[in-house]
């Protein structure tokens, strides 16, 4: 039998009925572009990660960048981030006109906050860590950091709802916490939607005109803005999924232990530190000879993904960012020896088994 890395029609299926009756309702409301469920899902979702405010919006890369460009990112000015994210992360970064400059990571893949200060100059305008994986970034070092140098902090949580670090809701360290609900999330729409969160009133107000032509009202502009609105139908949805995602979350949690005891100790895959809160948007681990595991678990009918095969400073997009081979070399050397397993919550407990049983005998137990 076949262990997909992810199964997100099943996921969906399961759901089929309510997601029918949902589709059904929104149809006979006519409210498709705005609408109650969209207003519903930014008071849930604000309530969730314990915010002030949240703004619903068609992707998570739209969140960070109504993000950075309502902290005053501009043309000229730096962002500092990890070379090792989704491409968007960085996309952003350069659409508004300013460099991204890239910080190596720690072995658990997110930003390694001792070498952020050696990275700041007067140009620095903002920090802005990934939380890859579902792990946290540590974020009561990185806001001391902004704190010195009057940074702005943007989260980038796309990977991370529901994720905690010291007790506290990813999304609400910085000055906004950005995600995404794309299908492959934990918290997942039918498409693409993202969200994102704040305490700040004015970047609430300025986000929510941005992301809707930049009207106040109906009849009043006050800047040229975007259609970067979340739709009604993915509200409703999201709004239904929300009741779950706890548990969702603690499935993943349930099947990251149940890698942890079964893997062979020859296995690396960083754990969960006691500040910690870790919802596995993926489980990666790090091995030597990673391609061969990866087609030795395919031919086992295994499914993997890697995230990611590619540093952001080596995508041929970033060649004019001026960076090198051996510029970060903990993402270079991870690139070649993360995998991500399947770890989604719809996982058997047997199908964990034979996975490790695979990757034990692989690795020499
Ligand atoms: C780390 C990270 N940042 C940003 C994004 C962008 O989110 P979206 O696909 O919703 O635009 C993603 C999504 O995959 C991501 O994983």
Avoid: W
Avoid at 13 to 18: A, E
Avoid at 108 to 119: F, G, S, V
Avoid at 213 to 225: A, I, L
Avoid at 307 to 329: E, N
Wanted: include cysteine; charged fraction near 25%.
């Amino acid at each position: 039998m076949k262990i997909p890395y992810v199964n997100i029609a099943n996921q969906n299926n399961k759901i089929s009925k309510q997601l029918t009756s949902i589709f059904k309702n929104i149809l006979d409301t006519g409210e498709y572009v705005g609408g109650k469920e969209i207003q519903k899902f930014e008071r849930n979702i604000a309530k969730y990660c314990n915010s002030k405010y949240a703004v619903a919006l068609n992707s998570g890369t739209d969140a960070l960048t109504f993000a950075l460009s309502v902290c005053g990112v501009r043309r000229g000015d730096e962002v500092i981030t990890t070379p090792n994210s989704f491409i968007a992360s960085t996309a952003v970064i350069v659409h508004l006109g300013a460099k991204p400059v890239f910080v190596d990571v720690l072995s658990n893949q997110n930003i390694d906050t001792a070498k952020i200060e050696k990275a700041i100059t007067k140009k620095t305008k903002c920090i802005m860590p990934v939380h890859l994986t579902g792990r946290m970034s540590e974020m009561d070092k990185i806001m001391k950091i902004a704190r010195k140098y009057n940074l702005k902090v943007i989260e980038d949580a796309a990977q991370a709802i529901g994720s905690k670090y010291k007790n506290k809701y990813s999304g609400t360290f910085g000055d906004i916490g950005c995600f995404s609900a794309h299908p492959l999330k934990n918290l997942n729409a039918i498409g693409d939607s993202g969200y994102l969160v704040t305490n700040n009133k004015k970047y609430y107000n300025k986000i929510k005109d941005l992301s809707n032509h930049g009207m106040t009202n109906r009849d009043r502009v006050k800047s040229f803005g975007y259609v970067s609105r979340m739709d009604n139908l993915h509200a409703a949805i999201l709004n239904f999924k929300l009741k779950n995602l706890n548990n969702v979350i603690s499935k993943r949690r349930s099947n990251f232990a149940f890698y942890k005891k079964n893997l062979s100790k020859k296995v690396y895959f960083p754990t969960e530190s006691k500040h910690e809160f870790n919802t596995y948007h993926t489980f990666v681990i790090q091995v030597e000879n990673r391609d061969e595991l990866k087609k030795y678990l395919l031919k086992n009918k295994i499914m993997t993904s890697i995230h990611y095969p590619v540093p952001i400073h080596l995508q041929p997009a970033s060649k004019r960012l001026g960076y090198k081979k051996g510029d970060f070399p903990i993402t270079e050397y991870q690139s070649k020896k993360i995998l991500t397993l399947p770890i989604h919550q719809d996982l058997k407990r047997n199908d964990i088994l034979r996975v490790c049983k695979i990757i034990n005998k692989f690795v020499g137990k």
